[in-house]
């Protein structure tokens, strides 16, 4: 809250540059060509500094994993209103992650493709991320049954199959979308609603999900 | 097809028996941590035979990963019987992929963690795998998509992003089956099939996707 004086940057906001840079490295090169050099560069600071700050390579990569996992439970959790619809509520959701994986890319990257690709340790920072998006998923499943109450209502192992199934197609389409010349982060969704909402059977018959009629048009800058 | 003398084990037979033991020592105690002693004694032969037929840990884990990539896709392809209406085309893929998975577990585990998760030669030694068995499942539903000939058709990148969606959610549940205690083959089938056949919309409404009845029930042994 208080003024802080300008002449030096803050150890807080010189982190962020570099991970901001680490980020788009790791996720441009992959983590084994990135080098600490070319991240010092590209944050306009000293490699020292860097080493100072972030202690390692490695460190520093998980420091990456953490800030963007962290970053894009924020945005799919932000994007969903709680009191709308089980429908509305899993588009809202489904909107909101491909935007994020759309708009950041590199970050993208590092999460689903450099950290798992590099070692358990690694591996096991994400695991917890997706822990955590599953879980979200879940509950989101379960209180559309409930909301639906239906008798039998879905077993609760069968949720949790349908929460991994979605979340499994979810990453595998977000991989697709930003390899993939000119799918915008809402067509992506869009697809995956209908695949997730109405299901093949009812693609097939001409029987698609339809958005809600008031949508606003957010597509990322790319 | 010639009689072949038993004094000497033929080295084909050896090496297959070498890799039956890497890929159940890869899978169960990580790439890392696998010792090419381990392998060698679980094979039954000298550790500088293993290293004699198969060169390094390194070439050993990729002649694993092409052994079970070819063996996994020729499960699914072998389950799906082409003259059937799409909808029993996928259940039939789905249930030889889950059957495949779970009858062997060591494989998946290499093939979907370990693989991936031991630097980017390996990664892309089951990335072409992966690009098959979606050009398979793109087939299909393109296949379905005439068969219903709608108009308009399905567009040719919806079917990509659809195929794309549907073999990322089956390697999540695959994962998932194989964790959590007494989920059958089957029942991941079915999971899978309600979701990507009638969609998370239709099961909440209470219509789910039935299998056919005359399903004869082939389970795992495990």
Redo the contacts between chains.
Sequence with gaps: MGAVKTKRMPRAVREQQMLDAAVRTFGQR?Y?AASMDEIAELAGVSKPLVYLYLNSKEDLFTACIRREATALVAAVRAGVGTDLP??RQ?WDGLRAFFAHTAQHPDAWSVLHLQA?????VF?AEVTAMRDEIVTFVTQL?AA??R??H?NPA?PE??V???A??????????A???NA?EG?TAR??AT??M?????????????RP?SPPEEEPLTRPAD
Tied chains: 1, 2.
């Design positions: 992959g084994t089980a429908d899993l798992r690709t590099h070692g358990e591996a499943i559309a049954a909301e639906a239906r879905l192992r069968e949790a199959g349908l991994e199934a979605l979340v499994g197609a979810a990453e595998s389409l991989d697709w979308a993939t799918v067509q992506a697809t995956l209908n695949f997730a909402w109405s299901g093949l059977g009812d693609l097939m018959a001409g999900w």
